[in-house]
């Protein structure tokens, strides 16, 4: 099998993050978290089977919000 990559689709996938949830958390939750601490660009979409994705077109933003949650 063989399949075809969509350069601009894996464009603004980069710099995204695919994780799980340690416990089961509501999306929607997590979104209004994120943009209440200040990182409203960050879109939090809910994969299934406890997979979040989140994505930013600010560069290095997730990163940034995931330092924060760590002090």
Same mark, same amino acid.
């Given at each position: 099998?063989?399949?075809?990559?969509?350069?601009?689709?894996?464009?603004? !996938?980069?710099?995204s993050y695919?994780?799980? *949830?340690?416990?089961?958390?509501?999306?929607?939750? @997590? #979104?209004?978290?994120?943009?209440?601490?200040?990182?409203?660009?960050i879109k939090? !979409?809910?994969?299934?089977l406890e997979?979040? *994705?989140?994505?930013?077109?600010?560069?290095?933003? @997730? #990163?940034?919000?995931?330092?924060?949650?760590?002090?």
């Open positions: 099998m063989e399949i075809e990559v969509e350069l601009d689709n894996l464009k603004q !996938l980069e710099g695919v994780g799980t *949830l340690k416990d089961f958390a509501d999306v929607e939750n @997590i #979104q209004v978290t994120l943009w209440m601490e200040g990182f409203q660009q939090a !979409l809910s994969l299934g997979l979040i *994705l989140l994505t930013s077109p600010i560069r290095d933003e @997730i #990163q940034r919000a995931y330092e924060s949650n760590k002090a």
